[in-house]
């Protein structure tokens, strides 16, 4: 079993869609959680960072955290064209030294 | 946040063959990392280059075929060597650059070995 499990998809949605892209994972050491946006032929971007359980909200974008389920969510509300990218979760244990990826899903937004 | 640049940002080799890979970045950083992106697949870390320090690696990898360079605290280069098809990837550059330790990535380099 790999520690994180990400959907692959692709996922395609109309534009103003609401998108839901969603992780789980293993290892209840994980205590910092982050999404990455990466464009084709581009490196990641760090696009929200979240510790504690509950949600967190920044523009379009709303990250939500089950600890007690061990799920991970962003939501991207009213999604645009320029949305179309792979989505990354990924996650680090207290100690902070090493990330861990989920497989990252594709998402394409049709305009 | 980080400014990171990595060269070549794509490259086409021959089998058999070696290339090195650098990274560089705007301010002065600790930890550095090396990943792997395969096609369709997650990131995989490498190493981890601290300045002073050989490199510590993941298993499945090793420093003959990974060697790893960190001359000083804003600069590393990865090598790939004795190339096969089954290492064309993309090589990605990231440092711990963030208040609560974020990673930033570079661009990455594209390598295809024929």
């Known amino acids: 079993q790999k520690e994180v499990e990400q959907d692959p998809g692709p996922l395609s949605v109309p534009e103003g869609a609401i998108v839901s892209l969603n992780c789980t994972y293993s290892n209840s050491a994980f205590q910092y959680f982050m999404w990455y946006r990466q464009y084709s032929r581009k490196g990641p971007e760090l696009l929200m960072y979240?510790?504690?359980?509950g949600n967190k909200e920044d523009g379009r974008f709303t990250a939500q955290v089950d600890k007690s389920s061990k799920y991970i969510s962003l939501f991207i509300r009213d999604s645009q064209p320029s949305d179309s990218a792979t989505y990354l979760c990924a996650m680090t244990d207290t100690g902070g030294f090493k990330t861990i990826f989920g497989a990252g899903t594709r998402l394409f937004v049709k305009a | 946040s980080a400014v990171i640049s990595q060269k070549p940002s794509r490259d086409i080799c021959q089998r058999g063959t070696s290339l090195t890979i650098q990274c560089q970045v705007d301010s002065q950083v600790t930890m550095m990392f090396w990943y792997r992106q395969q096609p369709g697949q997650s990131l995989t870390l490498i190493a981890t280059?601290?300045?002073?320090?050989?490199?510590?690696?993941e298993s499945g990898f090793v420093i003959d075929k990974f060697p790893i360079s960190r001359p000083n605290l804003t600069f590393s280069t990865l090598t790939v060597s004795n190339m096969s098809p089954e290492d064309s990837s993309i090589y990605l550059c990231s440092v711990s650059a963030g208040p609560r330790g974020e990673l930033f990535f570079g661009e990455g380099s594209r390598l295809t070995v024929l």
């Open positions: 280059a601290n300045q002073g320090s050989e490199a510590t690696y």
């Open positions: 979240t510790y504690s359980s």
